[in-house]
C-alpha cells in the first residue's frame, strides 16, 4: 500500500502545521480489512479502511482515495484528541474530518478542486434536507446511527468553511489551536467551539452558532441584479425559506466582477429578509457575480442568460464558475454558446473542465462535424493530459487507447 498511501506522511505535516498541534500519538497505522461494517473508521493511532481499498501497485497509481485517508487522519486531533461528549454533538467530530478533505484538497492539489469538492458536499447535504430537516446539534434522534447523515458530515464541513471565510485563516487557524490546547483528551460540546474562536476572535460568535449549529435549514435566496446604472449595480437578495420552521439568516456574500483582466470584490452582510446593495463600481461593468466562490451554503434562484453564462465561462478566474457555466450551458442545450465554450473548456486549466467536456461530446458525437478543428484538440488531450481521469473519458469519445 506504498502508492496508496503514499500522501500520509505529508498529510501529516501539514495538518501539523495548520493545527499548530503534533500528530497526538506515538505511531499511526492504516489498515484494509475485508467485510468491513463502514466506509472507514478511526481507532486511536490505527484507522480501518473498506476493501475497496485493497489496491495494488498499479491499481493505485490511478486512485482518488485522498479524501477518505485525510478524512479518517483528521480524526486523531478532531475525534481521538478531543471527542463530543454527546451523539448530538457528533459534528464537531465529522464536520472537521469532513472539511480536512477540502484543507487537503486546497493544499495539494489545488483551489478549485478543493472548491468543486465543496460543491459536491452542499449537493449531498441539500438532497438530504429535502426530506430531513434537523438541527446540527440535535438531542432528539431516535438512534445514534441517526446522527451519521449528510447534515453532520456535509453541512457541518461547508459551515466550519463558511466561519473560516467570516474570521479570515489567522483567526480560523488559531482558533482551531485553542480548542485543540485547552481541550486536549477531553470531551466537548458546540459552546466549547464556540468560546474557542470568541476568545481568539474577540466577536460573540452566538449568532453564527445559533442558526448554523442550533437551527435547521439554510438560506433560500433569490438574486435580483439592476444594470440599468452601469457604474453603479444595484443587488438584491431576497430569503425565501419559511421563516416558520426556519431563521432568517445573517451571512456575508462576496460581490465580484471584472474590469479588464483585474477581479474586484465587495463584501456585504444580509441580515434581512430582502436587502439591496449598491457597489459603486465606478467603471461600467455589464455582469457582476454574487458568490462566485461557491462558498455560502444556501439555494439560490437567478435568472441568467445564455449568454451571460458564456461570458462568465470566459471571464471568471474561478475554475468552479466556469465549471458552473460549462454545466449550466450543457443542461440547457445551448447549442450556439456551446459552440464556443467547448474548444476552450478542452484546454481549461483545470482538469474537470476539460473531463465535463469530453464527456458532453461523447453524449453528442456530432460535434466532431459541427466544431472545426475540435477533434484535433481532443487527441491533442489523448496525447498530453496529465490527469488520468480526463485521459480515461477522452479514450471512450475518440476510440483510442494508451497502452
Same mark, same amino acid.
Given at each position: ?72 487522519? =483528521?480524526? *486523531? $486531533? @478532531? ?5 463530543? !461528549? ?7 467530530? %465529522? ?113 453564527? =452558532?445559533? *442558526? $448554523? @449549529? ?5 438560506? !433560500? ?7 440599468? %446604472? ?124 476539460? !473531463? ?48
Amino acid at each position: 500500500y506504498t502508492t496508496l498511501f503514499r500522501s500520509t506522511p505529508k498529510m501529516m505535516s501539514f495538518f501539523e502545521k495548520k493545527l499548530g498541534v503534533p500528530f497526538p500519538w506515538q505511531k499511526y497505522d492504516q489498515i484494509v480489512v475485508r467485510d468491513f461494517v463502514s466506509g472507514a473508521m478511526e481507532n486511536t493511532t490505527a484507522s480501518i479502511f473498506m476493501e475497496e481499498l485493497r489496491l495494488d501497485e498499479r491499481e493505485a497509481l490511478d486512485s482518488e482515495w485522498d479524501y477518505i485517508i485525510a478524512h479518517e487522519l =483528521f480524526h *486523531q $486531533w @478532531f475525534g481521538d484528541l478531543v471527542t463530543t !461528549e454527546s451523539w448530538a454533538n457528533l459534528t464537531l467530530n %465529522e464536520a472537521f474530518a469532513n472539511y480536512s478533505e477540502y484543507l487537503w484538497n486546497e493544499h495539494y492539489y489545488s483551489s478549485d478542486q478543493a472548491a468543486l469538492k465543496l460543491v459536491a458536499e452542499m449537493e449531498g447535504y441539500f438532497a438530504e434536507s429535502e426530506e430531513k430537516k434537523v438541527n446540527l446539534i440535535r438531542f432528539d434522534y431516535n438512534d445514534s446511527e441517526d446522527m451519521f447523515d449528510a447534515h453532520s458530515y456535509n453541512k457541518g464541513g461547508v459551515v466550519l468553511h463558511m466561519l473560516r471565510k467570516y474570521l479570515g485563516d489567522e483567526v480560523f487557524f488559531r482558533s482551531l489551536h485553542e480548542y485543540l490546547k485547552k481541550h486536549a483528551f477531553q470531551s466537548v460540546e458546540v459552546h466549547d467551539l464556540r468560546q474557542a474562536f470568541e476568545r481568539v476572535s474577540g466577536e460573540d460568535l452566538n449568532w453564527f =452558532f445559533n *442558526q $448554523w @449549529f442550533l437551527s435547521k435549514g439554510h438560506p !433560500e435566496i433569490a438574486i435580483e441584479i439592476d444594470y440599468s %446604472e452601469p457604474e453603479n449595480i444595484l443587488i438584491t437578495i431576497n430569503q425565501l425559506q419559511d421563516l416558520t420552521d426556519y431563521p432568517l439568516f445573517q451571512f456575508p456574500i462576496e460581490i465580484s466582477w471584472y474590469e479588464g483582466k483585474d477581479r474586484r470584490t465587495k463584501q456585504f452582510i444580509v441580515k434581512e429578509g430582502q436587502q439591496s446593495f449598491a457597489i459603486e463600481n465606478g467603471t461600467p461593468v455589464d455582469l457582476v457575480y454574487v458568490d462566485e466562490g461557491k462558498n455560502l451554503l444556501a439555494r439560490r434562484t437567478q435568472n441568467l442568460s445564455n449568454s451571460q453564462f458564456l461570458k462568465q465561462f470566459k471571464e471568471s478566474q474561478l475554475g468552479v464558475a466556469r465549471y458552473d457555466a460549462l454545466d449550466s450551458l450543457a443542461s440547457r442545450e445551448a447549442k450556439e454558446e456551446l459552440s464556443e465554450v467547448l474548444p476552450l473548456a478542452l484546454k481549461d486549466p483545470f482538469w474537470s473542465i476539460r !473531463e465535463t467536456a469530453l464527456g458532453y461530446l461523447q453524449s453528442d458525437p456530432e460535434w466532431k462535424e459541427k466544431i472545426q478543428g475540435i477533434e484535433e484538440l481532443v487527441y491533442d488531450l489523448v496525447e498530453n493530459d496529465p490527469k488520468n481521469s480526463v485521459r480515461s473519458e477522452r479514450n471512450i469519445v475518440t476510440g483510442k487507447q494508451i497502452g
